[in-house]
């Protein structure tokens, strides 16, 4: 967040450092601050001795008032990035400040941004192995740059020594990835997964006085050390200042070489249909940003190939917990041999104990968890692998009961497979096919669509997102449900829930070996879920509006004590992005994303040179599905009119305006 108005600045300081006296105050706000702060008044000792000082105030809560969903009789908000919530501050003193916010965009895809040579760049463009463009030929003579439609995963960063012409104030850095493009112009031409994905890193010039933060430079990264990117969903910020991206939806090595889709995206890529190999893609990119507002990029193969959608490390910095966003995905940690070096390690999945998940209350008991130890490997030697090896080497695989007992049932992305492992195969299987390898050797694979991760360290705590609650995770389901790992619901909740990890140390993995983390998830429980409706309110919400739907990017801010919440729902007409505050668990709607679009690039920032931040971006506004019939007509004009014809999409954060000081008594 950030403010035009010092008293904001002063209060947005104080999430960061707690006392205030070291702060400094903007021109004209001394007096108004110090009888907020409670540091005011005159002494009526006549001695030359000072009185004792008054302490300071602390922080003592931070509430969200949340807005009122929009509605068709105000198609202007349905149609755009629409705020109307407010954030309040409240002091141990009783003072308080409240905050009208706004959210303000760095850009739209498709605009044309400063390149920091004094030139322009295509925001959200596309470049192939060879940094040269990428070109959409759909439309006779209008070829143009692709760009993207969907920014996803976002980083907000400070790098030490930076200097970049054209800054007035502090450098500092967003890292944004752009997931894919939805269609080409010709708005018939499929494009997901067919082009390679970009990720830029944004210099911002941050307002020392104000905090608010310009763009004054947009690089591309170059994505060839990393042969290119695969679909980069969430991400997250390391604790040792890097990007971490993702690659979802990791390519099936055992088809991609008849994938239309895959083949595609070797094409736009390397300019050849067959040579991008499905192996290189599934994995863990990680930027690094270099002073001049650079970046440089590295791919680690050792932290499994799964469908990545957020990597979230653990304040050891050497324990990851990863979403999947897949059906018939599972909970997967990372332990690294070094801290801040995920390069080598030890990959596990858990399998759930006893009853496990078989009810999506938040007062249902915690269910208890187990490690299966999958291998230890460094990233060298997993690319090696992934260089040569193919799938058939991995596995003996057949899609119908081969009524031998030298095989294993298996489900994948919902459906039934025979594996056989082949002789010494089994580091190439838990690296490269860690989907098959951990359900064939007995984990909890089950779980449909976990999403964003997040860790709350002060309580030891972890978040993880089930986007959706069905198929895999229900009963009797013909769509990957498995019998005997510990996932039985008796109905799907397509509105989906929030888990909630118990972390701890001393935990033995399968073979009764310690591991060597203090942060592994013990049990988890339902926090959060939403809410199905029997039939389609009067706008066309499939899933009651005033509670989550379809939980996709998650993040915890350890000062405002608040889990963040984007939605990727097909369920309600407006996304939004919420705030759960974990204390008084009150849920507070803060955004809505204009209709048909999806709440992307979250993230919570406590302090940035002592400012507070939370970035948001969108992505496809317009895609329209059933829910939206009743409010297509009126709105489709108005995002054709803000947004490229729907193939714009913004890249920003929110900000705030003090509205209102109440002074202690």
């Not at 300071?56 to 009122?68: D, E, H, K």
């Not at 400070?158 to 944004?176: D, H, I, T």
Request: with cysteine.
């Amino acid at each position: 967040m950030q403010t035009f108005h010092p008293d904001r600045r002063r209060l947005l300081q104080l999430l960061a450092s707690g006392p205030l006296l070291p702060l400094s105050v903007g021109a004209g706000s001394s007096a108004l601050l110090a009888g907020c702060l409670g540091g005011g008044g005159s002494s009526s000792s006549s001695s030359n001795t000072l009185p004792p000082a008054t302490p300071a105030p602390t922080l003592s809560r931070v509430r969200f008032t949340s807005m009122a969903a929009p509605t068709l009789a105000e198609p202007a908000r349905m149609a755009s990035t629409d705020v109307a919530s407010a954030m309040t501050v409240q002091f141990s003193d009783g003072s308080q400040l409240v905050n009208k916010l706004a959210y303000q965009p760095f850009f739209v895809t498709g605009d044309q941004v400063p390149d920091g040579k004094g030139g322009k760049v295509l925001a959200g463009g596309y470049y192939d192995i060879n940094n040269q463009p990428i070109l959409d030929t759909s439309v006779l003579g209008q070829t143009r740059l692709f760009f993207s439609d969907s920014p996803d995963g976002t980083s907000l960063l400070a790098v030490a020594g930076a200097k970049v012409p054209g800054v007035n104030g502090n450098p500092v850095f967003a890292v944004v990835q752009f997931e894919y493009t939805t269609w080409a112009q010709d708005g018939k031409t499929d494009m997901y997964g067919k082009l390679p994905s970009p990720i830029a890193v944004l210099t911002l010039d941050q307002d020392p006085k104000t905090g608010k933060l310009t763009l004054v430079k947009y690089h591309n990264v170059d994505t060839s050390p990393a042969q290119g990117l695969w679909i980069t969903c969430g991400a997250s910020l390391s604790p040792w200042g890097t990007h971490l991206s993702s690659e979802e939806y990791e390519p099936d090595a055992f088809g991609a070489a008849s994938s239309s889709q895959f083949k595609a995206f070797s094409k736009n890529l390397f300019g050849d249909e067959t040579r991008a190999k499905p192996y290189h893609y599934g994995h863990l990119p990680e930027v690094t940003v270099n002073p001049d507002g650079t970046g440089s990029i590295k791919k680690h193969y050792c932290m499994g190939r799964i469908s990545h959608e957020l990597v979230q490390v653990m304040p050891d910095q050497r324990t990851a917990l990863m979403g999947d966003d897949a059906t018939n995905g599972g909970l997967f940690c990372f332990v690294a041999d070094k801290e801040k070096d995920l390069s080598a390690g030890t990959l596990y999945v858990a399998k759930i104990e006893g009853t496990g998940l078989s009810a999506l209350d938040p007062q249902a008991p915690a269910f208890k968890l187990a490690w299966i130890r999958l291998g230890r490997a460094n990233s060298a030697e997993i690319k090696a692998l992934a260089d040569t090896v193919q799938a058939t080497d991995i596995f003996e695989r057949v899609t119908t009961d081969p009524n031998d007992a030298t095989f294993r049932k298996v489900f994948v992305g919902g459906k039934a497979e025979w594996l056989k492992l082949k002789p010494g195969m089994e580091k190439a299987a838990a690296f490269l096919e860690t989907h098959r390898y951990a359900a064939y050797v007995g984990g909890s694979l089950g779980f449909t669509k976990m999403e964003g991760t997040t860790v709350n360290a002060k309580d030891k705590l972890a978040y993880s997102a089930l986007q959706n609650c069905q198929d895999s995770m229900v009963v009797g389901s013909s769509k990957g449900y498995q019998a005997g790992i510990g996932i039985n619901l008796p109905a799907q909740l397509k509105a989906g829930a929030i888990l909630q990890h118990q972390l701890a140390g001393g935990l033995k993995d399968s073979d009764g070996v310690a591991i060597n983390s203090e942060w592994m998830p013990a049990n988890s429980k339902v926090l959060l879920s939403g809410e199905d409706l029997a039939a389609p309110d009067a706008l066309g919400n499939t899933a009651n509006p005033d509670k989550i739907a379809n939980p996709d990017n998650l993040k915890f801010s350890e000062k405002m004590r608040t889990l963040f919440i984007g939605e990727d729902s097909g369920q309600h007409v407006n996304n939004f992005l919420w705030a759960y505050n974990i204390d008084s668990k009150e849920l507070s709607r803060l955004m809505s994303i204009p209709a048909g679009g999806e709440s992307t690039g979250l993230h919570a920032v406590d302090e940035l040179n002592g400012w507070t931040y939370i970035m948001s971006n969108f992505q496809h506004a317009g895609d329209w599905g059933s829910i939206h019939n009743t409010v297509k007509g009126t709105l489709d004009p108005l995002i054709n009119a803000n947004y490229k014809n729907k193939f714009g999409a913004a890249v920003g954060y929110l900000t705030g305006e003090v509205t209102q000081i109440k002074l202690a008594k």
